[in-house]
Every structure is written in C-alpha cells, then in structure tokens.
C-alpha cells in the first residue's frame, strides 16, 4: 500500500513567490495533518483535518500560510508570500481513528528554501 | 510549560549498551504515546505506540508508560551503531490531535 505522497520534494524559491505544496493522504485514512520542522523549533503541527474539514489552524503561523483539503485524497499547503523564514520540512501525515491510538504516518517532506 | 517535553541530547551510549529515552507531558487527558525514530534527512517513522500503563516490548525496544507520572520512556536494549537517529515522543491528546517532542539526538559508538 502507498504511503503518504508529498511533492515536490525539494523546491528552492525567491522571497515573494507563492510556494504550493501537495499531499495524497493514505487510502481510507481520515485525518490529514501539515507539520514543519526546523532545528529551532522542532515539529511543529500547522493545521489538521478530519474529513476533510479543518479541526484547529492554530498552529498555523500566519495569514500567509493556507490550507485545504478539497477531497479526501488531496490536500495543498500554500505560502503566498514566501519569506526566507518560511525555510523549513514540510511532513504531511494521516492516520484513521480506525486505528488504535490514531498512528501517524509520515511522507518523506517537503524541502522548502526561500532565497 | 510545552506540552511535551525531552532532553534534547545529545545522548551517548557505547554498543551493546541501553539506552534509555525519556519523555514528559502535560496533559493527564492523553490517550495514546508514541516513539517515533528520524535519521537525519528523513521523515519521522513510528518505532511503536503504548496507551496502557506499564512496559510494553517489541524486540530490542521497551516503551514504559506512566500515567500517574505523564512519563514515557523507550530502552533500547543492546544499541548498535545503526540506532543512531533523534527520538522523538508524541502524544495523542483526543480530538484527532497529536503533538510531538523535540526529540532526544542518540548516538551508538561503535
């Protein structure tokens, strides 16, 4: 079985572009979650859904930051503007509330750089 | 006070030794634990889960629980060189939310 799907899985852009990122949640998994990670900050949790609803956007750093989940195989982080702090892994994960615990799993991220 | 709290290490251990992970959290509500390993580069993947109190072991792992502390603890028994990743901890708090560590930094000497 597939797992999380991310891309692109690198992407280096100039300060004031628009970044767009992908996810394709695992099958018949539920919840969808956007996580960034950096050395100062660690894991951070951005924004999560729950069929395809957005549950808490409160990590969400800010106005910039956007996210949606139109169907239950698809979702986009997006950062318009982008700043050089912006520069970070972008990991989306799901899991099911199927199963015990609510596990996460993890796609490989998304390597942004804001030049 | 974060919400879920580890020594960032680094944490050092010869090989064949244990190591042992520790793990704080804030909220007494809180469901499910998770160990999850990264090695530098990748993406976080679980290692395993406890929601019961007590030890729970799978192979050369042992996750140890303590709700009455809100203490979480992985050995890793017989370390090689191979285990060396950072740890992170992560706690399933209800309404769909999990919240992770900063993670332990672990590094096995050969």
């Known amino acids: 079985d597939a797992g999380v799907i991310q891309s692109p899985r690198h992407e280096v852009t100039e300060m004031g572009q628009e970044v767009t990122l992908r996810c394709k949640p695992i099958s018949g998994h539920n919840s969808l979650f956007w996580y960034r990670q950096t050395m100062m900050r660690g894991l951070e949790l951005l924004i999560y859904?729950?069929?395809?609803?957005?549950?808490?956007d409160s990590g969400m750093p800010e106005d910039r930051f956007s996210a949606k989940m139109p169907n239950a195989s698809f979702s986009t982080l997006k950062i318009q503007p982008s700043e050089p702090r912006d520069s970070a892994v972008y990991f989306c994960?799901?899991?099911?509330?199927?199963?015990?615990?609510?596990?996460?799993?993890f796609g490989e991220g998304s390597w942004l750089t804001v030049v | 006070q974060k919400e879920v709290e580890q020594n960032s290490g680094p944490l050092s251990v010869p090989e064949g030794a244990i190591a042992s992970l520790n793990c704080t959290y804030s909220?007494?509500?809180?469901?499910?634990f998770f160990w999850y390993r990264q090695y530098s580069g990748k993406s976080p993947e679980l290692i395993m889960f406890i929601y019961s109190n007590g030890d729970k072991e799978d192979g050369r792992f042992t996750a140890q629980l303590n709700k009455a502390s809100q203490y979480v603890s992985l050995l890793i028994r017989d370390s090689q060189p191979s285990d060396s990743a950072t740890y992170l901890c992560?706690?399933?708090?209800?309404?769909?939310?999990?919240?992770f560590g900063a993670g332990t930094r672990l590094f096995v000497k050969a």
């Open positions: 909220d007494r509500g809180s469901q499910s």
């Open positions: 994960a799901s899991s099911t509330d199927r199963d015990l615990g609510n596990t996460i799993y």
């Open positions: 992560a706690v399933y708090t209800g309404g769909f939310k999990t919240i």
């Open positions: 859904f729950n069929n395809n609803v957005p549950i808490d």
